[in-house]
């Protein structure tokens, strides 16, 4: 059987690759495995040493959606990067894999001026900064940087979804959208844009194909973007800053809680929650997409 592998994979690719395969995920009665899904007559294995493994004909087509296949190991783009680097775009997304609440994308400018501001924030990896942290440096963020958010309700990412069955066309959409409104509304003089890769570039302008403007001069796609770009760090901590308001604000609209991720106990809830709710109702909150099924 053909496969191909690809080890130590970012968190941010295991979760993209969880949301696009939600609705093909099989039972895994395997303890070294975190999921396992069959499309295409492929099987993908997530392993909790964050090895990714394809097993089947053509699997490296399948691959592809998510890595660059040049040397079956994870690849990213080699760029070397100054994490300090002024006059630079930064693009990062939070929500894709939560199955509660919108997805929300972020594109900031980072100049030269702001940089010894942004120093004294505390600012690293949002994933390592705790809900209170994140909403304490997001708000000052807020106030000093140019940037655009993205913010894809639950209503128009179902919508999206039903329509082109793929979580990567509508980040692709949303990233091009947030840069495109950054430049336009701050007429930013950017030498280079940063995103967070989550697809190959390839897959990234395949899926832009249909869009009128698509924004593709200096950009340059790296893997854990937060740990390498200033700019990437605080868009990704502005994007979990307005994903957790809009959060709250959904908590308080239909008086229920709304954990983050998409654990089998927030699967279980999500249940629940469609049994409580009417379709037009839970749609506004959960994305209906993921797979329920009990394992």
């Known amino acids: 059987m053909t496969s191909c592998s690809f080890k130590r994979v970012d968190d941010k690719v295991i979760a993209n690759i969880q949301a696009a395969y939600q609705a093909y995920q099989i039972a895994n009665k395997d303890p070294n495995k975190v999921a396992v899904y ?108 140019p940037y655009h958010s993205e913010i894809i309700d639950n209503q128009t990412y179902n919508y999206w979804y039903n329509q082109y069955q793929n979580a990567h066309v509508i980040k692709a959409i949303a990233h091009n959208n947030a840069i495109k409104q950054l430049i336009k509304k701050y007429h930013c003089q950017y030498r280079q844009i940063i995103i967070d890769q989550f697809v190959n570039e390839k897959k990234y302008y395949e899926y832009l194909a249909a869009q009128s403007e698509v924004i593709k001069h ?45 654990s089998e106990q927030v699967k279980l809830l999500a249940n629940t929650y469609k049994k409580q709710f009417k379709p037009a109702e839970y749609r506004q909150f959960m994305k209906i997409h993921f797979n329920l099924a009990k394992k």
């Open 38 to 145: 069959f499309v295409n007559n492929i099987k993908i294995s997530i392993y909790h040493t964050k090895t990714v493994l394809f097993q089947g004909e053509h699997c490296e087509q399948e691959a592809k959606k998510f890595f660059q296949i040049n040397n079956p190991k994870l690849t990213h783009t080699k760029t070397s990067l100054n994490y300090y680097k002024p006059d630079v775009i930064g693009n990062d997304e939070v929500g894709v894999g939560d199955v509660f609440g919108p997805l929300v994308v972020t594109s900031c400018f980072i100049d030269k001026n702001v940089i010894p501001q942004l120093k004294t924030l505390g600012i690293k990896d949002s994933k390592k900064l705790s809900d209170y942290q994140i909403m304490k440096i997001g708000g000052q963020l807020k106030k000093i940087v």
């Open 218 to 262: 200096n950009v340059v796609f790296v893997t854990k973007g937060e740990d390498k770009s200033l700019a990437v760090a605080c868009s990704a901590i502005i994007s979990r800053y307005l994903f957790l308001e809009a959060i709250m604000k959904l908590e308080y609209q239909f008086q229920i809680a709304l954990p983050l991720g998409a």
